[in-house]
């Protein structure tokens, strides 16, 4: 006779974020296969509740099954109205966010640093090679645009740095980007079409260092031609990396289980997925028990390394902290690491060339 661990996941199986919540769900079931857990339990069985277009009531049906543990959703919005459906604890799996900051979230366990943390690593890439430059010009849309302007405001002062923020809507970023006034660092986060337009206007103008947060796609930025070179992005995670973890397989270990079993090569939205179910593993392995109550302390008290890098929440805020999110940037045709100095994979090339052509389409 068995002993399974219920385990509910709520996140997008249909709508406009499918693919993510699917990745998710890929992700989550690979960890469910390989999990070794103390006594009692001896399999894991993984039930998901589709997110779309009702998040909230998604998460009241998964917490009136009862299962164990409830993880999700993927998705700023769709994890707000989740979060706030149930009072029982629920591993974030796919919205990280500054926003679910213990205080406001209790029951929260965030597995991957805020999103909106990345111009920090932009800032402290320049100035450590860098003292002259002082203007920072953000600019932002979509749901996280005010939370990224309040962290990069933090961090700029913390650096010695001055911003002038600017927020536009979805679908103006030609508009927003003529009226941007210059300065010495461009930060730009939007959605991928609107990045890629602004980009077209503001890569032509001389900043000392820019960044887009979609530009790690060598898809999304191909249009850009010469205008790449040198452009800064928050990084994806390595596949290939071979490092070892105190918690769970090496990243090359997981891209291979992950494509043997679902025939398809895991993205960093089912990487997080994953290492979601390596933390709840790990926090019951520590306190012998799957209560809300139990995990959740256990959960707080984890330091340790994935194959996304170290988890560590903070203590005032219970956001994580541990994983910091890397720099990449763009140098001779190809993304290498440039930030944090323990995982660059090159040294940071400053200041940006400054070209003027874009690639343009073959002919015919």
């Given amino acids: 006779m068995t002993t399974p661990l219920t385990v509910a996941l709520v ?7 499918s693919a993510q919540g699917l990745a998710g769900l890929r992700g989550v079931t690979l960890w469910a296969r390989d999990e070794q857990l103390p006594h009692p339990w001896d399999e894991i ?14 998460m009241r049906a998964a917490a ?14 769709a994890a707000v109205a989740a979060f706030a459906a149930t009072d029982r604890v629920v591993f974030n799996t796919g919205a990280p966010s500054a926003r679910f900051v213990r205080q406001a ?8 640093a805020a999103t909106s943390t990345w111009p920090r690593g932009v800032l402290s890439t320049v100035r450590a090679a860098d003292r002259r430059a002082r203007r920072v010009v953000l600019l932002a849309s979509g749901d996280t645009a005010v939370e990224i ?40 986060h939007a959605a991928p079409a609107d990045e890629l337009a602004a980009a077209n206007i503001l890569l032509r103008r001389p900043w000392r260092a820019a960044a887009f947060s979609t530009a790690v796609s060598a898809e999304a930025t191909a249009s850009l031609g010469d205008l790449r070179e040198r ?30 079993l679902h025939g398809v090569a895991p993205t960093e939205t089912a990487a997080w997925a994953y290492v979601t179910g390596l933390i709840l593993g790990r926090a019951i392995r520590f306190c012998g028990s799957a209560q809300d109550t139990s995990v959740l302390a256990a959960a707080r008290g984890i330091d340790t390394t ?22 990449v940037q763009w140098q001779d045709g190809s993304s290498r690491t440039v930030w944090p100095r323990e995982a660059a ?14 690639a343009t389409a073959p002919a015919g």
């Fill in 11 to 17: 996140t997008p199986l249909t709508g406009p974020d």
């Fill in 45 to 58: 069985n993984l039930t998901a509740y589709d997110a779309h277009p009702d998040p909230a009531a998604a």
């Fill in 64 to 77: 009136a099954a009862q299962p164990h543990a409830l993880l999700g959703p993927y998705g700023h919005r």
């Fill in 105 to 112: 979230f209790p029951n929260v366990i965030n597995i991957a």
């Fill in 149 to 188: 302007t309040s962290l990069t405001r933090a961090a700029a002062a913390a650096q010695a740095f001055e911003v002038a923020s600017h927020v536009f809507p979805a679908g103006k970023a030609t508009l927003a980007a003529s009226r941007l006034p210059p300065g010495d660092i461009l930060i730009v």
């Fill in 231 to 260: 452009l800064l992005a928050p990084g994806s995670w390595n596949p290939e990396d071979t490092r070892a973890t105190a918690t769970g397989p090496s990243a090359r270990t997981f891209t291979a289980d992950f494509t043997n």
């Fill in 306 to 327: 994935t194959l996304l890098g170290r988890f560590r929440l903070d203590e005032a805020t219970g956001l994580q902290v541990g994983h910091q999110i890397q720099i």
């Fill in 345 to 358: 994979r090159a040294a940071f090339t400053h200041p940006r060339l400054i070209t003027s052509r874009p």
